[in-house]
Nanobody, 116 residues
Framework: QVQLVESGGGLVQPGGSLRLSCAAS????????ISWHRQAPGKERELVAS????????DYKDSVKGRATISRDNAEKTVYLQMNDLKPEDTAVYYC?????????WGQGTQVTVSS
């Protein structure tokens, strides 16, 4: 079955960096776009970044442009989200998602907390 597992979150000071990972299984990873989303307390889940099946199409939320880099390793079936210059407003649970045969599959999420 389709499975996504996020890791790499944690507590970081403002200005710090984190690299989030999303390990996938259960589908032909290289053929599907993967996206990162986040949800802060009391707010709706929002798209942060997405990457096409072979990494040719990449998009970012405006507020993370220049601070975030999404990448994928098709051999490792993993998508990464490098976040730099983190701000308190980046605090959220970060999820990865794949749309597979018309259904959205989500991981369990990884908590990112930016605080001094």
């Amino acid at each position: 079955q389709v499975q996504l597992v996020e890791s790499g979150g944690g507590l970081v000071q403002p200005g710090g960096s984190l690299r989030l990972s999303c390990a996938a299984s259960g589908f032909t990873f290289r053929s599907y776009s993967i996206s990162w989303h986040r949800q802060a307390p009391g707010k709706e889940r929002e798209l942060v970044a997405s990457i096409g099946s072979f990494g040719r199409i990449i998009d970012y939320k405006d507020s993370v442009k220049g601070r975030a880099t999404i990448s994928r390793d098709n051999a490792e079936k993993t998508v990464y989200l490098q976040m730099n210059d983190l701000k308190p407003e980046d605090t959220a649970v970060y999820y990865c998602k794949v749309r597979y045969y018309g259904s959205d599959y989500w991981g369990q999420g990884t908590q990112v907390t930016v605080s001094s």
